[in-house]
């Protein structure tokens, strides 16, 4: 051992014995993690992949909690990933002209600078601005951590096996956990949400991680029967474990977004993406004009009486097509409050985070449920309506060109990539952005570390995968920053 390699082993040695011994002294039990805090600081200095493989298997098994002041944030996923946006902006101001301009300068990558954008326009202009700024800088780091460092470090088939792994080793943990509580419970509907604690925040973000990461799973199959391993007992077994985790979440969204993932695999595969994203328009338009021409909607009015929660999931079920069930007409209830707002802000909207502190003084009280109160400060139940109503209209289009340039831009890249290793992960992340899609049509997620993440890291596979070329080192990563991991 050389001098300089014995000097940091004893100052580090020292270190640890000194935090253990104010921890004990003093019983701040958490003084004793500063040693392991200072290794992963400079650990992430001279590498930060280890981070990011750590992050992503956070994603599954972090937990959300309440700070002092009413901040809330996602243990440990959401300090991870602030440390890591930081760590990229100076990795980017260092190495930028080695960068590869083909993904970070991709039109799908300038899409979402641009939906990123008008969100920074619409805070200035927020009704609160300090919420708009809290969700902001929440995007920012999103963004920085999910999207631009997977350009950086997901440049080849291998490395996006390995995201896959590092994601569905911890969340098959968190399913199976679920089941074998949920088994103490006789699988009980009005008993699952004890089971998820505290990985999961409630059924939607669990159905809805499980369901957003089965392409993933997908793709891992097909990688392991690719290799000539054997590959059936992943599929029979995990994959029947899975579905089953996904069927006893009992969440209807994830029923529907994977049928809907199923039928988009083939229309991606006959290059009909576009027609079909132009039926989804149309029909989306029709619907909204069909509830507010001549104040239609006021005709689906709930019963105060009859609209109740439901104990039995087939009870919820019919009382769903009935309108009786109480969180489909609780939606109703805000998606009204959400369209009365629209006319008072339709340019910058009342910023974004704002709904929830402003949607009460413009709700309609032939909609109020049992649940209007709304105790959890819960949002607006349809993410496309809250941008509408928090950035505007010029936020609701820039999502929706983003959206639809992800899967237009998508299924031309798989079209025209050659290695099947590629074509694979660009199928696996387009399904993975349409259930995400399909899911913000009646919740906010992608906001949540459970699922806004896996959406965003799919994002940028695909761009990834797209301009990816078999045989080619990556060129995104500056080899004097780290060793190859390849």
């Not at 956990?177 to 999961?200: E, I, N």
């Not at 974004?352 to 049992?370: C, D, I, L, M, S």
Request: hydrophobic content about 50%.
């Amino acid at each position: 051992m050389t001098p300089a390699l014995l000097r940091i082993y004893v100052g580090y040695a020292a270190t640890v014995l000194l935090s253990v011994g104010v921890a004990i002294a003093s019983g701040a039990y958490w003084v004793a993690g500063v040693p392991v805090l200072l290794w992963v600081a400079v650990q992430s200095v001279l590498d930060f992949r280890a981070l990011f493989w750590l992050l992503l298997s956070m994603i599954p098994l972090g937990t959300e909690v309440n700070l002092p002041g009413g901040i809330g944030t996602d243990l440990p996923t959401e300090p991870i990933a602030v440390g890591l946006t930081g760590l990229l902006i100076v990795h980017l101001v260092r190495y930028w002209p080695q960068y590869d301009r083909r993904t970070f300068l991709h039109p799908i990558a300038l899409l979402l600078y641009l939906h990123v954008a008008w969100i920074l326009v619409a805070s200035v202009f927020g009704e609160i601005p300090l919420i708009s700024l809290k969700f902001s800088l929440a995007k920012l780091w999103y963004v920085g951590a999910f999207f631009l460092l997977p350009l950086l470090l997901l440049t080849t088939p291998r490395r996006v096996t390995i995201f896959a792994h590092c994601i569905f080793w911890p969340l098959l943990f968190v399913a199976v956990q679920t089941l074998l509580r949920h088994a103490g419970y006789g699988f009980s509907f009005a008993d699952q949400f004890r089971t998820m604690h505290p990985f999961m925040r409630n059924h939607v973000s669990y159905a809805g991680c499980l369901a957003t990461f089965t392409p993933w799973l997908g793709y891992l199959i097909v990688q392991r029967r690719r290799t000539g391993r054997s590959y059936k007992w992943l599929l029979y077994g995990i994959g029947a474990l899975w579905l089953l985790a996904i069927g006893l979440a009992f969440t209807r969204a994830a029923y529907v977004a994977l049928v809907g993932a199923v039928a988009a695999f083939y229309i991606i595969r006959q290059r009909l993406l576009r027609p079909a994203l132009v039926l989804v328009l149309v029909a989306g338009v029709a619907t909204a004009v069909y509830f507010t021409y001549d104040d239609k909607y006021l005709d689906y009015a709930p019963d105060y009486d009859t609209t109740i929660s439901h104990q039995q999931f087939n009870d919820l079920i019919s009382a769903t097509y009935q309108l009786e069930d109480i969180s489909t007409m609780e939606r109703f209830y805000r998606w009204v409050a959400g369209g009365n707002m629209i006319p008072y802000r339709p340019l910058t909207g009342f910023g974004p985070g704002n709904f929830v502190e402003h949607y009460q003084a413009y709700t309609n009280n032939n909609f109020t449920t049992y649940v209007s109160d709304n105790p959890e400060r819960s949002g607006i139940h349809n993410y496309y309506l809250m941008t509408l109503v928090e950035q505007g209209y010029p936020g609701l289009f820039f999502l929706l060109l983003f959206m639809a340039g992800v899967l237009v831009y998508g299924e031309q890249l798989y079209h025209r990539q050659a290695d099947p290793e590629a074509r694979a992960a660009i199928m696996a992340g387009l399904l993975s952005v349409l259930i995400v899609a399909a899911f913000c049509i009646i919740n906010d997620v992608l906001e949540t570390d459970k699922i806004g993440t896996l959406f965003f890291l799919s994002v940028a596979i695909i761009v990834t995968m797209g301009t990816y070329r078999g045989g080619q080192l990556p060129s995104s990563l500056p080899a004097s920053t780290a060793p190859s991991i390849d």
